[in-house]
């Protein structure tokens, strides 16, 4: 259908369809169809509800925005560059998903500056929304005052048929419902199209009941494509209702304008071809050039530049009101916007001596919890429903729940990929926010996409998981984490440490706390674990480090990690007391380590001792490196088994006698 004269609004629509169009045919790859359905509703929000700063994305008070279906992330750039964000220029569109681009096949918030998390794997985006949500209601009860608010602004989430069909969004979805998160309206861009084709195919529930029955409020727009007012009339009664979050299903189509390929699965994510796009050109009466923007429409929406900077300014004069009536809570808040840490925080960190009690990590790892939830008000988080397995509860404050978003300790439930996903939107909310959650070391299975999102999105997240080898005992294989902590290795841009003692728990977590662009994953341990001489909290940072040490030049190095290291203590006597020459290698965290100088390496492990026997219960995969040719290790590569721990442990081989056995057949 040709439009002879097209509104102002329309021209705006289309200049958003068609530079998605122009860009997607030049890269000839991307997702040109969500965008092209899309761009009515996204228009919308963008022109009269959002709140945002184009020349400032980092203003506090801004309103988030998540296009969760992040393939079609033309419609973000798109907007980004019409609203005149300085980050998407014209030519990071015409080299759209090339190297060195500002505009990635999927939205990068370390890449693209004004994209607040980083969404692709569909369903993370809509959890990353729930934990912004969570961010803003925590900061809001926390800060504002009745007759001063600073914080208060809206997450707005565009998810597809994708998002709704994965697991994780139902977890999060589910947690956002009761926690009745008012400030969180997320668009279910309704086009019945996927990949393989009609959604009927594989996805044919009702997803409005599925989000009433979740607690949200649920609206419905029947012609996302043509009723702008329709559209608007939905957001605003989504912001009157405060007390739950609102789904708004926007029913469109999917490359809208396209003649030949609107609605069918060939323009989810594909160009439309040359004959194609000239022929949507004239459906829609788009005469112009590709990439060429009409003046009317660009300077429409270039009135976003002005009103970004009078919401700042308004937000500005609260503040400094702010400062004025509540001066110390103005400091605190500042210094979290600030992502600075309290003065002398670290001296909070427990220490321990080998005369203290003998503990579980996971005990040692409650303990510092508690001690630095009272020194970081900023501090929060919680677990998947093993809040007394993890021992993670602060208890120096409430349950965040409806009506207490100010608590600090948060119950996730059994949804640990939701809550991997809800921690990441936590923590780009605000990188001053120290948010962590918790589980048992082996599901971290379930909630690996979100860990690799975090790695990836530079979102310092910080994991809690205890019952960290076959040393669990009685639950069996199911629970025993085998090669769990080798899995986790393999993941760029995140810190694995499995600690000793005290003192290296407290280590790990001064780590976990100043890491605020790479997730730190502690892994904890159930059994009661000696106090080691000579283990302390500086030296967990340089990921490895000498233990015990014989004189001279070593015959062996014993290479340890976590509960394991204390057999490598006591073997070393034991070979000491027969006149070896031994050193006794803790080795908390492999990517500290290999941070360090190639001399300070050298100093550790020694190139020229080459009989090294690692031990570590758990798989040898990826220890080569450490061991080297002429070395060997003491791991686990069948699953676990069903018994008390100390009896798993020894019928695997970890006992003192065993470690001496592996360490003579090495020197020969």
Known sequence: MAVATQSLEALCINSIRFLAVDAVEKAKSGHPG???????????LWDRFMRYNPKNPKWFNRDRFVLSAGHGCMLQYALMYLTGYDSVSMDDIKSFRQWGSHAPGHPENFETEGIEVTTGPLGQGICNGVGLAMAEAHLAARFNKPDCTLVDHYTYVILGDGCNMEGVSGEACSLAGHLGLGKLIAFYDDNHISIDGSTDIAFTEDVSKRFEAYGWHVLHVEDGNGDLDAIAAAIEEAKKVTDRPTMIKVTTIIGYGSPNKANTGGIHGAALGTDEVKATRENLDWSYEPF???DDALSRFR?????????????????ATYRTKYADEAAEFERLLAGKLPEGWEKALPTYTPEDKKLATRKNSEATLNALAEVLPELLGGSADLTHSNLTEL????????????????????????MGAICNGMTMHNPGLLVYCATFLVFTDYMRGAIRLAALSKAGVIYVMTHDSIGLGEDGPTHQPVETLAALRAIPNLYVIRPADGNETSGAYKIAVESRKTPTLMAFSRQGLPNLDGTSIENVAKGAYVLSDSDGTPDLILIGTGSEVHLCVEAAEKLRSEGKKVRVVSMPC?????????DYKESVLPKAVTKRLAVEAASSFGWCRYYGAEGDMLSVETFGASAPGGLVLEKFGYTVDNVVTKAKALLG
């Open 590 to 598: 492999w990517e500290l380590f290999e941070a360090q100088s190639a």
């Open 34 to 44: 969500l965008p092209m359905g899309a761009a009515p509703m996204a228009f919308v």
């Open 292 to 294: 060429e923007i009409p």
């Open 395 to 418: 208890e120096c404050s409430g349950t965040f729940q409806k009506g207490g978003y100010e608590n600090r300790n948060i119950h996730f439930g059994v949804r640990e990929h939701g």
């Open 303 to 319: 009135q976003a530049v002005d009103r970004g900077a009078s919401y700042e300014a308004e937000w500005e004069e609260a503040l």
